[in-house]
């Protein structure tokens, strides 16, 4: 019996390669060697030219950034904005924002074909740097038209992102290394090699090259028969430069802060949205910061404070408790989103101690985003998070 399964799982994954997402290249229209450089603060395409300053963020997000990465193609390297839409996504415009400088934007149209629909910009890394480091914020804009009882809805959204994150992904040179001093245990390859590389889920079996199982599902033994959905275990840690004053999460976020909550999430081609951990909990902030630890540190050869968010949520906890998420699908994405606050001054004690006043220190205090997302690409690119591959062996 054991054969046989092992069989089934090889076919299986043999084939999973062409199940897996389908991420589109979309051409970056701005910034160094675009074709056009748009007027700042524009959104343009053949129906409509208006100045952002006229959209409200809207409460439902239409696009979801997913995060950057350090990408390869015809020999050089690139920054790569990764985005995706929900299934009614008509049309969508992303611009990413250096201060006054556009670094990358583009536009794509929804398909009824196209499910989970994912699409990727890229902007030769060589130019990134000089256009990160002048004054000013980075800001991703993401506007979107979607289909809402024959009608279109617009949507729009400001993501503030931590530029001293991007630049650590940008001047990582390693190859072996990750940036932002990045450590995933949980979920990750915990039996590498064939058939697949990847984190691979097996809803109906525990076979030798199942990384995780339903097997292991926290309700399993009180009902093997009874879908629960997935169960996973997130741990892991980065370390980033400059001094984190407190993590954010769903409770503590408004719509002027720019961000998305802290959260730990999976999206898959059944559901529209992410479904994301701690927002499945009356009270996202206690569920998740029960298992959320920030840390501070001085690098020893810059002297520099360094900040350390470290997670670790075990499997009875890393329950995603909908059956939407039990299917067998290669498109799933794990999502890993952080909403700090930093601030320049370090802690309010040694502000208070260099003569600062409580009402400076918090003026100076600014909110920011971090993302990363596990897609399938990423497992040959710098940040190196695979996609769950959830399957029936």
């Known amino acids: 019996m054991k054969y046989i399964q092992g069989i089934l799982l090889l076919f299986a994954l043999c084939l999973s390669a062409f199940g897996q997402s389908r991420e589109i290249p979309v051409k970056n229209v701005c910034g160094p060697s675009a074709q056009i450089q748009p007027e700042l603060n524009q959104f343009r395409h053949d129906n409509m030219s208006v100045n952002a300053e006229q959209f409200q963020p809207t409460e439902k997000a239409g696009v979801r950034f997913l995060g950057f990465d350090v990408t390869e193609s015809a020999g050089g390297k690139n920054l790569t904005a990764r985005f995706a839409g929900q299934d009614d996504l008509a049309y969508a415009y992303v611009e990413v924002y250096s201060g006054d400088n556009p670094l990358l934007c583009g536009e794509i149209w929804g398909s009824e074909d196209e499910k989970n629909l994912a699409w990727a910009i890229d902007i030769d890394l060589s130019a990134v740097p000089t256009r990160l480091n002048p004054e000013g914020e980075v800001e ?154 920030l840390s501070h540190s001085v690098d020893a050869e810059t002297g520099e404070v360094q900040s350390t968010i470290a997670w670790d949520i075990p499997i009875e906890h890393g329950e995603f408790l909908s059956t939407k998420t039990y299917a067998r699908d290669y498109n799933t994405h794990l999502l890993y989103n952080f909403a700090v606050q930093k601030n320049p001054l370090g802690s309010l004690q040694d502000a208070l101690g260099s003569g600062y006043t409580e009402a400076q220190y918090h003026a100076q205090t600014k909110t920011r985003a971090i993302a990363m997302a596990g897609v399938y690409l990423s497992i040959h690119d710098t940040l190196k998070l695979g996609p769950l591959i959830v399957t029936f062996p």
Request: charged share 20%; aromatic share 14%.
């Open 140 to 293: 991703i804009w993401l506007f979107s038209y979607h289909h809402a009882n024959g009608e279109y809805e617009e949507r729009f959204r400001v993501i503030a992102y931590d530029k001293q994150a991007l630049l650590e992904l940008v001047n990582h040179r390693s190859e072996t290394t990750l940036p932002y001093q990045l450590n995933i245990a949980h979920p990750s390859n915990l039996v590498p090699g064939p058939p697949m590389e990847g984190v691979i889920y097996c809803l109906n079996s525990n076979y030798q090259f199942c990384d995780y199982s339903q097997h292991r599902h926290p309700k399993f033994a009180d009902d093997p028969l009874l879908r629960y959905g997935i169960a996973v275990p997130f741990k892991g840690q980065f370390t980033l430069d400059g001094y984190v004053s407190s993590i954010l999460y769903k409770e503590d976020i408004t719509l002027d802060m720019k961000v998305m909550a802290t959260d730990f999430g999976i999206w898959n081609g059944s559901v529209s949205e992410p479904i994301q951990l701690g927002a499945l909990h009356p009270n996202s902030k206690a569920f998740l910061s029960q298992f959320i630890t």
